[in-house]
């Protein structure tokens, strides 16, 4: 990512047609999948048949008309340095990560720290699907379906003290089963953050899931952050700790490149990266830009956070 200037996409990464699950269609797959809680468009036929399907109790659709990033483009073009830089790769190299069992640590400026195992957490809340837009900084664009839960509801529970300000989130680090994390790419183990006021917004969730089931290794099984109106890399992957602190939190890009990548992240096509414009952007499976969209398309939910703040300087 920090060498890349709006990647050029090539031919095997545009979707054949024949797989292409139009809009129409999944409306369609999701009024019937309400009644029987998966995706029944989306099984069996299709690659990914082992998936475990997820129990969605509840749908809300945040992308308007747009139409799906087919499952194929998601589970095949990767940002997940623990394996590889190459977004083809990440996939096949991915496949054998261990999810379960796996813990979630809870921590910090909280009342009630807690040890969490996976499948315990995903109980605790009804889990709903959100289509959102998500943004790279690359210059690349997908809509995808999640299925996941309001951070919010998490955090209620843990009940953070008066001088938590932050949340910081950090991947697993596990040089044996992330090959990626024996060079120097970034720092590791990978490490994100949110403002406490954004990890609360209800447009934050943590995904468990996408297009029905459970998430796949390269997406960042069995736990990752979707904060839709932020560059995708604020979406930190397979997620082992949520730490809450009174200091923002240095996260991985930030120690990588200070003057490229900053805490915020929002996405603004006003204010470029250093090296790129941000004004447009290519959906995944269209070959025209399309223009970026202010906060990502979520500005009237989310505009109100930044009131007063300079976006220049807070990038
Ligand atoms: N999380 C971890 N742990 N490691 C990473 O390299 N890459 C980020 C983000 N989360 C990354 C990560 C970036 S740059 C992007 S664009 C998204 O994941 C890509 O998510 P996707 O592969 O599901 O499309």
């Given at each position: 990512m920090?060498?890349?200037?709006d990647p050029?996409?090539n031919?095997?990464?545009?979707t054949?047609?024949e797989?292409?699950?139009n809009?129409r269609?999944?409306m369609?797959?999701?009024?019937?999948?309400?009644?029987?809680?998966?995706?029944?468009a989306?099984?069996?036929?299709?690659?990914?048949?082992?998936a475990?399907?997820?129990?969605?109790?509840?749908?809300?659709?945040?992308?308007?008309?747009?139409?799906?990033?087919?499952?194929?483009s998601?589970v095949?073009?990767?940002?997940?340095y623990?394996?590889?830089t190459?977004?083809?790769?990440?996939?096949?190299?991915?496949k054998d990560?261990r999810?379960?069992?796996?813990?979630?640590?809870?921590?910090?400026?909280?009342?009630?720290?807690?040890?969490?195992?996976?499948?315990?957490?995903?109980?605790?809340?009804?889990l709903?699907?959100?289509?959102?837009?998500?943004r790279?900084?690359?210059?690349?664009s997908?809509?995808?379906?999640?299925?996941?839960f309001?951070l919010?509801?998490?955090?209620?529970?843990?009940?953070p003290e008066?001088?938590?300000k932050?949340?910081?989130?950090?991947?697993?680090?596990?040089?044996?089963?992330?090959?990626?994390?024996?060079?120097d790419?970034?720092?590791w183990?990978?490490?994100?953050?949110?403002?406490?006021?954004?990890?609360?917004?209800?447009?934050?969730i943590?995904?468990?899931?996408?297009y029905?089931?459970?998430l796949p290794?390269?997406?960042?099984?069995?736990?990752?952050l979707?904060?839709?109106?932020?560059?995708?890399?604020?979406?930190?992957?397979?997620?082992?700790?949520?730490?809450?602190?009174?200091?923002?939190?240095?996260?991985?890009?930030?120690?990588?490149?200070p003057?490229e990548?900053?805490?915020?992240a929002?996405?603004?096509?006003?204010v470029?990266h250093?090296?790129?414009?941000?004004?447009?952007?290519?959906?995944?499976?269209?070959?025209i830009?399309?223009?970026?969209l202010?906060?990502n398309?979520?500005?009237e939910?989310?505009?109100?956070?930044?009131?007063?703040?300079?976006?220049?300087?807070?990038?």
């Amino acid at each position: 990512m920090s060498t890349e200037k709006d990647p050029e996409i090539n031919d095997t990464e545009i979707t054949p047609k024949e797989v292409y699950l139009n809009r129409r269609e999944f409306m369609a797959a999701s009024a019937s999948a309400a009644a029987a809680a998966a995706f029944p468009a989306l099984s069996g036929a299709e690659s990914h048949s082992s998936a475990i399907p997820l129990k969605i109790e509840k749908r809300a659709d945040y992308a308007g008309k747009e139409e799906l990033t087919t499952y194929k483009s998601a589970v095949g073009y990767n940002n997940f340095y623990e394996f590889s830089t190459n977004k083809e790769d990440i996939a096949a190299l991915s496949k054998d990560l261990r999810t379960r069992p796996w813990s979630v640590s809870i921590e910090g400026l909280i009342k009630k720290p807690r040890r969490y195992d996976i499948d315990d957490l995903i109980k605790l809340f009804p889990l709903e699907e959100r289509i959102y837009r998500m943004r790279c900084v690359e210059g690349w664009s997908m809509v995808i379906p999640w299925v996941g839960f309001p951070l919010d509801g998490l955090i209620r529970l843990c009940e953070p003290e008066s001088k938590a300000k932050f949340v910081e989130f950090t991947t697993l680090h596990d040089q044996s089963q992330m090959p990626g994390q024996r060079r120097d790419v970034l720092q590791w183990p990978y490490v994100e953050g949110l403002r406490l006021d954004e990890a609360v917004h209800p447009l934050t969730i943590l995904s468990v899931g996408m297009y029905g089931e459970r998430l796949p290794n390269q997406n960042g099984a069995p736990l990752r952050l979707v904060v839709p109106w932020k560059y995708g890399f604020k979406y930190i992957k397979s997620i082992v700790k949520i730490r809450f602190t009174e200091q923002m939190p240095v996260t991985s890009w930030m120690k990588a490149g200070p003057l490229e990548y900053g805490f915020y992240a929002n996405v603004n096509p006003e204010v470029d990266h250093p090296r790129w414009s941000q004004a447009k952007e290519r959906r995944i499976g269209e070959f025209i830009r399309r223009k970026t969209l202010m906060f990502n398309g979520y500005a009237e939910q989310v505009a109100p956070l930044y009131a007063g703040m300079d976006l220049r300087k807070n990038f």
